[in-house]
Structure formats: structure tokens, C-alpha cells
């Protein structure tokens, strides 16, 4: 190894001190290479401190923070035939399908925060986070059942049924800020807005409907009924102007607002400065009126 290492350092020894010198076009002739002393450079390089080195400067690449995606799992399953109550809480877009062969709930994702729970005849679905447009986003998810005989709705929830079967009869019940419109011919039996969502039932078949607002929210129903019960409180506002009934009673308070159709007979209450406005001339009228409270004729015919 010794002998080896001394071989090397005579090859550097002669590389140095016996270079090309380079050729001079103009003067044809060799020009005398650059004096150099090729002890010192090997003596400078056996010398030289490692701190003095060159040495390749490193890229430091920082590694970004690893993120772990979102839980989305596809969802399409069935659920049991008995299934004909709905409660939702929270802020989900639901689209019930009415008249389907099988009972079906089906969504785009899974949501980490999103429950959904079968028990006895019953659904129960509800979303915890609170929803923005830019991070949170609405579940939406669509529901197919045979039946509907109860519907609650609590949060900002939106909620659209379609071709519902209501032949048992369909209790309405909203404690909630959202939206909630059921289309087709809908055998409604009972409403209860405790909160401030729109409320709108375009083709309403029943024999009796009893309406309970009790805060500032919106109630509109069209169709026909045979006897109409309505309880209006704390600026509620009743639309059933286009809601023909053979009887109705009318108990409004605290600034609350009824219109109605009565073509039989009509007993209206009014109080508190709140407002009955009725829309024919009805058979029978009993009207009673006290600390403000009316309960006018705004035309006939309509």
C-alpha cells in the first residue's frame, strides 16, 4: 500500500511539472507555459485544512406537512320497508322520493361529522358541523320511501319531497331556520312551525288540517280541507288564502298574521295587534276582537 501511494503522488509530481505548454499561432513556436512549482501545489494540497475544502453545497428541500385526505365513502344502501318517519337535525339538503318500490337512502360522500341511524320505523340523520360555503359544504342526500307519515326538521336544514304517499296522513313538524316544500297531492294532518323556516305545500287533500306557528316563520298551503284549525303567535305568519275549507277557527295573537278561504263558516280571534283577513263572504261568521286585533274582509271572490 505504502509503494502504491508513492506511485500515485509521482504521477501528480510529473503531471505538474511536465505540462503541455500551448502553441502560438502567431510566432509558430511554443510559448513557455506559466512558471509553476509543482512541490508548492502538491505541498498546498497535502496541506490544506479540511475546512478549507470545497465541498458541493447541499439543497435543503423542505418537506411539506402531510395531510391526510378526507374519509369519503360512497353510500347507496337500503333500509327497512317500515321505514315512514323522518327526523333530520342539522344543515342537510334532503330530497324525499315518494312512491318508490324500496325503501333507499343514497349520497354522494360520507361525511366524518354525518350520522345517519335506523330504529324501529324511523330515520334519523344529522350533520354536526356548521355549514359555510367555502369549507364546510351541505350533505345532500336523497331518500326513497314508500310511505311518509312524520317529518321533523330541526337547524338550516332543506328539505323537497316529491310524489309523496301520505294515505295515513302527514305530521309537519319544524323547530328550525331552513327550508322545507313538498310537492304533489300531500294528505297533511298536522303542522307545527316552532321556528322560522318557510313552510310551502302547493297540493294539500285532507279532511282536517290543524296549524300551530308559534314564531316568526312562514306557513303556505294550497288545496282543499274540510276543517281548518289555526293557531298563530309571536309574528307568525299563516298563508292559507288559497286553502278552500268548509270551517275554520281562527286564534291569532302578538302581532300575527292569518289569511284563509272559509266557504262555510268562520270563527276568527284576534288579539294583541295581530291580523285575521278572510277572502269570501263566509255562511256563518263569529269574530271576536280585543288590545288591537282584527279581522277584516280584503275581498270576495279570490
Given at each position: ?10 504521477v ?96 354522494r ?28 359544504q ?39 331556520c331552513g ?7 300531500v ?38 280541507t ?42 276568527a ?34
Open positions: 500500500m505504502k509503494r502504491f501511494g508513492t506511485i500515485c503522488v509521482l501528480m509530481v510529473t503531471q505538474l511539472c511536465f505540462a503541455s505548454m500551448p502553441y502560438n499561432s502567431n510566432s509558430r513556436s511554443y510559448s513557455s507555459p506559466t512558471p509553476r512549482s509543482g512541490c508548492s501545489l502538491i505541498k498546498r494540497y497535502i496541506m490544506q485544512r479540511p475546512s478549507e475544502a470545497p465541498r458541493p453545497r447541499s439543497r435543503m428541500v423542505r418537506a411539506s406537512p402531510y395531510v391526510p385526505p378526507i374519509k369519503r365513502i360512497p353510500l347507496n344502501r337500503t333500509i327497512p320497508a317500515c321505514v315512514d318517519s323522518v327526523f333530520i337535525k342539522g344543515g342537510i339538503d334532503l330530497q324525499i322520493m315518494g312512491n318508490q318500490p324500496c325503501n333507499r337512502i343514497a349520497l360522500c360520507a361525511y366524518e361529522d354525518l350520522t345517519v341511524k335506523v330504529c324501529n320505523n324511523s330515520i334519523y340523520i344529522s350533520y354536526n358541523k356548521p355549514v359555510s360555503c367555502n369549507q364546510n351541505r350533505p345532500q342526500i336523497r331518500l326513497s320511501l314508500s310511505s311518509l307519515r312524520q317529518l321533523v326538521v330541526a337547524g338550516d336544514s332543506c328539505v323537497r319531497g316529491c310524489n309523496l304517499n301520505t294515505c295515513c296522513g302527514l305530521e309537519l313538524e319544524n323547530c328550525g327550508t322545507i316544500c313538498l310537492e304533489g297531492p294528505q297533511l294532518v298536522r303542522v307545527t312551525n316552532s321556528g322560522s323556516a318557510n313552510i310551502c305545500i302547493p297540493n294539500v287533500r285532507s279532511d282536517h288540517i290543524h296549524i300551530l306557528a308559534t314564531r316568526a316563520g312562514v306557513v303556505r298551503l294550497r288545496g282543499s274540510n276543517l281548518l284549525l289555526i293557531r298563530a303567535f309571536q309574528e307568525a305568519y299563516v298563508d292559507t288564502r288559497f286553502l278552500c275549507s268548509n270551517t275554520a277557527m281562527v286564534q291569532a295573537s302578538d302581532r300575527a298574521l292569518v289569511t284563509l278561504k272559509p266557504l262555510g263558516s268562520l270563527q280571534f284576534a288579539s294583541g295587534m295581530s291580523n285575521v283577513y278572510y277572502y269570501v263572504t263566509p255562511g256563518n261568521l263569529y269574530q271576536h276582537t280585543m288590545i288591537s286585533g282584527n279581522v277584516f274582509q280584503m275581498g270576495d271572490g279570490w
